[in-house]
């Protein structure tokens, strides 16, 4: 099982190339991860902020890269996305590579 740093690592390693090909901007982590309370079942919350608007489509490769890459199912989400009650917790939880 991953931990925090290694999924942290991960994805620094991989920003250059998400920001080439996925146009994203920044990329975090939250939830049970971020919280280093995650268990066997649990998945890769990561929160997403693109250059630009980017179609179903290709947040769903993103995504599926992402939990190619990190050899966990990711959990991809985008600020706009989140419910207004648990917003503010998420944006303060993130932990950004």
């Known amino acids: ?18 920001k080439q090909n996925f146009k994203v901007k920044s990329i975090g982590i939250f939830g049970s991860y971020a919280r280093e309370e ?3 079942k649990s998945d890769i919350d990561l929160l997403v902020e693109f250059e630009v608007p980017v179609g179903f489509f290709k947040f769903i490769e993103l ?35």
């Open 63 to 97: 995504e599926d890269y992402l939990s190619e890459k990190l050899g966990v199912k990711v959990d991809l989400v985008t600020p706009d996305a989140l419910k207004p009650l648990i917003k503010p917790q998420i944006m303060e939880e993130a932990v950004y590579a």
């Open 1 to 18: 099982m991953r931990h925090k740093g290694q999924i942290l690592t991960l994805l620094k390693q991989q920003l250059p190339y998400l």
């Open 38 to 40: 995650q268990t066997e």
